[in-house]
C-alpha cells in the first residue's frame, strides 16, 4: 500500500552496529506502531507513538530506541544490533476511526544480524 | 499479560468447504476483535473486525464474536486455495493506549 512505506526492504548488519529503520506514511495518522515477527512468537510490539513527540514501550522495547519529530515519520533504530534482533519488522499506523480503529502493516523490512 | 490464544495448525480444508478459525482472549474488557490474513513473505492484511456480540459478514468471511465466553472466530465459507495464508487474531487492549494484541495465528491450507 503506497499509503505506508519502510526502508530499507532488507538489510543486514553486524553485530555492534547501529542501523536504523525507516517507516513514512502519506496519511496523517496520529498513532504509529513498531513489531517484531518471529517464528514461534508472533507479532510482537516494540514501540509505539500517540503523536509527534510522544512516544511509549510496548512489550520487547529492550534494545531499541525511537523518535517522532514529524507525524508522517516513525523511525526505529537499533543503538547496538544482537543476533536476537534478526527479524522481521512491521510498521502499522493506525486510523482513529470510530469503532474500527483500523491498524495497516507496512510491507516490513527483513533484518538479518550476523 | 493479556494473551490472545489460537491454534497453531496448520488447518486443512478441501476447496468449497468451511474453514473455521478461532481465536480466544483473556482481557474481559476488550471492545474491538480483528483478523487478518498473512501471505508467505508479506506484511499483515486487515480483512474483519468485529465489536458487537453476534455475526458479521463480509463476502465469504464471517466473524463471531462472543464476549461472554471471549472467543472470536472466523468463519470463510467456499475455501479457495488462495485463502491459504496465515490468520492473525488481535485484540484491542481496553487500558492504555488501546494496543493491539496478536495471537501467533493459525496456518491455512485450502487444497484442490
Known amino acids: 500500500d503506497a499509503g505506508i512505506t519502510q526502508s530499507p526492504r532488507y538489510k543486514i548488519t553486524e553485530t555492534g552496529r547501529q542501523v536504523t529503520l525507516m517507516c513514512h506514511q502519506t496519511?496523517?495518522?496520529?498513532?504509529m506502531f513498531w513489531y517484531r515477527q518471529d517464528l514461534g512468537h508472533g507479532l510482537r510490539l516494540i514501540y509505539y507513538?500517540?503523536?509527534?513527540?510522544?512516544?511509549d514501550k510496548g512489550e520487547v522495547p529492550d534494545g531499541y530506541v525511537v523518535s517522532r519529530s514529524k507525524t508522517e515519520n516513525f523511525p526505529l533504530t537499533l543503538e547496538s544490533a544482537t543476533r536476537s534482533q534478526t527479524s522481521v519488522y512491521f510498521c502499522?499506523?493506525?486510523?482513529?476511526?470510530?469503532?474500527?480503529?483500523?491498524?495497516?502493516f507496512g510491507p516490513g523490512t527483513r533484518l538479518t544480524v550476523t | 499479560q493479556k494473551e490472545v490464544e489460537q491454534n497453531s495448525g496448520p488447518l486443512s480444508v478441501p476447496e468449497g468447504a468451511i474453514a473455521s478459525l478461532n481465536c480466544t482472549y483473556s482481557?474481559?474488557?476488550?471492545?474491538?476483535f480483528f483478523w487478518y490474513r498473512q501471505y508467505s513473505g508479506k506484511s499483515p492484511e486487515l480483512i474483519m473486525f468485529?465489536?458487537?456480540?453476534g455475526d458479521k459478514e463480509d463476502g465469504r468471511f464471517t466473524a463471531q464474536l462472543n464476549k461472554a465466553s471471549q472467543y472470536v472466530s472466523l468463519l470463510i465459507r467456499d475455501s479457495q486455495p488462495s485463502d491459504s495464508a496465515t490468520y492473525l487474531c488481535?485484540?484491542?487492549?481496553?487500558?492504555?493506549?488501546?494496543?493491539?494484541?496478536f495471537g501467533k495465528g493459525t496456518m491455512l491450507l485450502v487444497s484442490p
Open positions: 502499522a499506523p493506525r486510523s482513529e476511526q470510530v469503532p474500527s480503529y483500523e491498524q495497516y
Open positions: 496519511w496523517s495518522h496520529s498513532y
Open positions: 507513538s500517540a503523536a509527534a513527540d510522544i512516544t
Open positions: 482481557d474481559r474488557g476488550s471492545q474491538s
Open positions: 468485529i465489536y458487537s456480540n
Open positions: 488481535a485484540v484491542r487492549q481496553s487500558s492504555g493506549y488501546s494496543t493491539l494484541t
